[in-house]
């Protein structure tokens, strides 16, 4: 019997030993980079890009057709003063705005870069009502962090909640169509 249990032994760890090293080689084999995440991400921000946040704002639609889940989108725009900042600069302002919005919202939102200087949020499952504490936390804190950096001007929200606003939203959506997304 010591021996039928010593052999089973053996052959486990030949057969995971096996796995992790063909699992080693394919990693090895691998791109660079990953090209799912580069689809979806936006380079200069480490944020998702506009094409995913419109791709999840459908979604939210067939959600709420099927289980009546309302969500709210939220557009963050920055003072005009910031499209006179040069990429680097704005890219770095965008990627510090995006770590706060990020930070200081749920795990199930998602936070985009939407425009040159425009930072969508996507609250899932959540009316205008529960929207509207965030928003207005987040325009407080983003205002802060825009004196701070010597930016006049106050950050602006958009925000439609679904399916109270459907019409503006879709009317959104064909917007974005239109400008490829």
């Known amino acids: 019997m010591f ?91 965008l990627r510090r705005l995006g770590s706060i919005i990020e930070k200081d919202t749920r795990l199930t939102d998602l936070v985009s870069r939407f425009g040159r200087e425009d930072i969508g949020v996507l609250f899932s499952m959540t009316g205008r009502r529960g929207a509207d504490v965030p928003v207005y936390r987040l325009k407080d804190k983003i205002d802060a962090v825009l004196k701070e950096d010597g930016i006049e001007g106050e950050v602006k929200f958009t925000v439609y909640s679904y399916p109270e606003e459907s019409e503006k939203i879709r009317r959104f959506l064909e917007k974005i169509k239109g400008e490829g997304s």
């Open 3 to 93: 021996i039928v249990i010593l052999i089973f032994i053996l052959f486990l760890a030949v057969v995971i030993l096996s796995f992790l090293l063909f699992r080693k080689k394919r990693k090895e084999k691998s791109l660079p980079i990953d090209i799912d995440l580069y689809l979806l991400v936006d380079k200069e921000t480490g944020l998702y890009n506009r094409r995913f946040f419109t791709k999840r704002i459908l979604e939210e639609i067939h959600r709420f057709e099927r289980y009546r889940a309302p969500f709210t989108i939220a557009i963050l725009h920055l003072p005009p003063v910031v499209k006179e900042l040069k990429e680097d600069k704005l890219g770095r302002l």
